[in-house]
């Protein structure tokens, strides 16, 4: 190395010393470089964007900062905790995990090995309620199944007049559902329930008052929980995972369970699997609801079903103002 390429890794790792001749500092390119053929061989195929969030993470930075400043030289304390998370996401410990929060809807949420991460098509439910709510002032929604809070948190922040119960049978999620709310300043209208499904909501005969329950519940068969990645089957909760032996073991309770606590004409909407979709529209059906309706992700997997409770009960009419009717979910031919 020569004097002068010396004393720049000098400077750049902020010591100034001239005495002493030490390695350069590795550039921001470098450890990209090294880190990304790592993870490749590991066998993950978002080897380069996964390196260059790591990076980011370890130099508290912004992605984009990484990307453009290749020639940056990174100290070498900030290079070995780099080297240590890249090990780990060698492993296939997710992302996620590593970086300690996800981006969902507009909302940043702390993520831990004690919930799902909160996956992009959940994202899709949570539009798709909105627009359900649209012209519903003040709803009140359950988000059952809750994990981190993602759909409840995503809900309560854009919709400033909604009350949100999230409601989840395992106390270690609900204690990350609960500190998302409270660092996204919803903790006054997101309120975090223990229980299975909808039974921490008191039973009312005639039906409750609810104008939405959405949910993301663990739907994947139990077989194949073996095939799934290891950043999945080693990682992620098995309890936010599980739906039983044909996956729907959790979704059949709660179509049962939501006519009790939705208010006529109140809507449920819910995430499944593939190939689920239409069983889960004719158990939607022989609970009486209508308007049945599937959406499909970006590859095509029917994934989001939703359906209403009629609204044949005067109840409706008399507690809302007129012409504030409940939206209509539009129902494909397939499951009318
Ligand atoms: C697939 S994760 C979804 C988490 C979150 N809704 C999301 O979309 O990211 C399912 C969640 O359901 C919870 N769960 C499993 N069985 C339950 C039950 N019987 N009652 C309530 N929640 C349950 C799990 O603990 C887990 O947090």
Not at 176 to 201: E, I, K, Q, T
Not at 305 to 318: E, N
């Amino acid at each position: 190395m020569s004097t002068g390429a010396s004393q720049r890794a000098q400077r750049a790792q902020g010591d100034g010393g001239l005495s002493t001749v030490r390695a350069a500092a590795p550039t921001v390119g470098v450890l990209l470089a090294g880190a990304a053929e790592r993870l490749a061989a590991a066998g993950l195929p978002t080897a380069r964007p996964d390196a260059e969030w790591l990076l980011a993470a370890a130099l508290g930075a912004e992605r984009l900062q990484v990307v453009l400043d290749r020639a940056r030289a990174v100290a070498a304390p900030t290079a070995a905790r780099f080297e240590a998370l890249v090990a780990r996401r060698a492993a296939h410990e997710p992302l996620q995990h590593l970086l300690g929060y996800e981006d969902f809807h507009g909302v940043r949420l702390r993520v831990t090995p004690d919930v799902l991460v909160p996956r992009p098509e959940t994202e899709a439910l949570v539009a798709w309620a909105l627009e359900v709510l649209a012209s519903w002032p003040r709803p009140r929604i359950a988000d059952v199944g809750t994990g981190s809070g993602a759909i409840a948190c995503a809900l309560a922040n854009a919709r400033p007049d909604a009350e949100v119960v999230a409601i989840d049978s395992s106390l270690a999620a609900l204690e990350v559902a609960r500190d998302n709310a409270r660092r996204l300043g919803l903790a006054r209208r997101v309120r975090v329930l223990a229980g299975d499904l909808l039974a921490p909501l008191a039973p009312r005969p005639a039906g409750g008052g609810l104008d939405l329950v959405i949910a993301n519940l663990p739907y994947l068969p139990t077989g194949l929980l073996p095939s799934l990645p290891r950043e999945v089957v080693a990682y992620e909760p098995r309890l936010a995972l599980d739906g039983g032996g044909d996956g729907l073991r959790l979704v059949r309770r709660l179509v049962a369970e939501a006519p009790r606590v939705l208010r006529p004409g109140g809507a449920v909407l819910v995430e499944v699997g593939e190939d689920q979709a239409g069983a889960v529209a004719s158990l939607l059906a022989a609970e009486g609801f209508v308007d049945v309706a599937a959406r499909r992700d970006l590859a095509g997997v029917e994934r989001h079903l939703g359906a209403r409770r009629p609204t044949a009960d005067a109840a409706a009419r008399s507690s809302r103002s007129p012409g504030e009717g409940p939206a209509r979910i539009a129902a494909p031919a397939r499951y009318r």
